[in-house]
């Protein structure tokens, strides 16, 4: 598991991008789609490091962190505009019309790939994605995270905000986004206070500090509410203590809701449900 950080230039804008080697590079590209709003199927990445696309082969361990994301279909704009250019007479230069030939020639390669998957393979890459934001939307899960929220409490302090701002008579709208903040600032105090943010988790058994002893497959129970790794954990300063403890990181937003433990892709994945719990519009 390597923790790395990207720069990446798109329209003249450079998005830094945290991103977990360990994840996959499709889900790195839905990174970049949330950012710059390029769909994944028209991304074209290319490392700074001698202008080398990156594709699922590339070695996201070792690559360059500044990258430059170009959108296909804006390439292939660009390359019908250069070539009516060059039709009415303005003089390309070698370089450039070599350019834009071998734009269309990687837009043509990658439709024809498109075409002969006939979308199963970019269904069955998307369909996981689709499943979790559905999460978001079961009125039980949203049901379960209502639960734990003082509701009353919190409406009662966005009111008193809005008063502190000479705000005595809020609007629907006014209210609802005082709300807001007030349920974002309960989910901080609640979410890491009383759970802590977990960079290793204490022995189960002696209740001391472990160290990281490798990654291990999820049971049946933790595979039941998402659970796609485990990291394992042990304490390390003493021979006579030989537990394994279990940290599965759980993509089931109602689960986390219920252990309240992670790190950030735990805080953001429940504070999404929350989020939506009270209809609020939502993007994780």
């Not at 008193?160 to 809020?170: H, I, W």
């Amino acid at each position: 598991m390597v923790y790395r950080r990207f720069i990446v230039n798109h329209n003249d804008s450079d998005f830094p991008v945290d991103y977990d080697t360990d994840d996959g590079y499709e889900v790195f590209k839905f990174q970049l789609f949330s950012l710059t709003n390029v769909p994944p199927d028209e991304q074209k990445i290319i490392g700074c490091d001698g202008d080398r696309a990156v594709s699922d082969d590339s070695d996201l361990i070792t690559i360059s962190e500044k990258l430059r994301l170009v959108s296909i279909s804006e390439e292939e704009e660009k390359s019908e505009n250069s070539v009516e250019a060059c039709s009415s007479g303005i003089v390309q230069s070698d370089e450039e019309l070599a350019r834009m030939l071998q734009a269309e020639e990687d837009a043509l390669m990658f439709q024809q790939f498109v075409a002969s998957d006939n979308g199963n393979g970019m269904k069955n890459k998307i369909m996981p994605y689709v499943a979790q934001v559905l999460m978001y939307e079961d009125p039980k899960r949203q049901e379960e995270a209502r639960k734990t929220v003082p509701v009353l409490e919190l409406e009662e302090k966005a009111l008193v905000s809005l008063a502190k701002e000479g705000n005595f008579k809020p609007s629907r709208t006014e209210q609802d986004h005082a709300f807001l903040l007030q349920l974002l600032f309960w989910f901080k105090q609640s979410y890491r206070v009383p759970l802590r943010w977990v960079n290793a988790p204490s022995c189960d058994s002696c209740g001391n500090q472990t160290i990281s002893h490798g990654m291990g497959t999820p049971l049946q129970s933790e595979d039941h509410f998402g659970c796609s790794r485990v990291e394992l954990y042990q304490y390390g300063m003493c021979q006579s203590c030989s537990t394994i403890t279990r940290f599965p990181r759980y993509n089931d937003p109602v689960k986390l809701v219920e252990t309240r433990k992670g790190r950030c892709g735990e805080w953001a994945n429940c504070f999404t449900l929350y989020c939506r719990a009270f209809g609020y519009e939502s993007r994780l």
